[in-house]
């Protein structure tokens, strides 16, 4: 990488991680740009995660392409499953990759919000601080993929109903 690029991406992690101030989040820079990831240890979040039995990590992990100056958010999710019970003990862990949009909330007993957790909080961060630097977003290729087949799904199921009602009308 040149110096401007490094500089490019510094000036980057350098944003993400000032947007991120005051909010449960860690940027940590990586070969190829950087991760946002929910901070499961900060003292002032891990006791509000610990009672709400957090079970998953999200990672925003966040890949730069300077000379464009163009950015691609691929969401790592890493959950880890544990019951005891008569059965015996049973643990799990899974990890998924691509675009993950989910909302987590929970309320006290008297209806009270405890803890509200939006995955597209991270992503508005991130495309804040990019948007502000004058970086664009590239969809990443899982997301183009999806798109493909859902288009191309989308036309045979089209093509099946006008054959359909073509076979079958009066």
Known sequence: MTANAVQAVEEFRARVEAAATDMPYRVRRTEWGVELTVDVNAPQWRELLTRQRLRQVHTYRVALHPREKTFTITDVVRRVEYEAGPGGVRLGAAVSTGRSVY?????????????????????????????????????P????????????????????LIALAVAFWP
């Open 103 to 139: 909302v987590i909330r929970s309320w006290s007993l008297d209806g009270t919000p405890q803890y509200s957790f939006s995955s597209a909080e991270g992503h508005r961060l991130i495309r804040r601080a990019a948007r502000e630097l004058g970086w664009r977003e590239r969809k």
């Open 141 to 160: 290729l899982s997301m183009k993929i999806a798109l493909g087949i859902g288009i191309v799904c989308g036309a045979i199921g089209l093509g099946m």
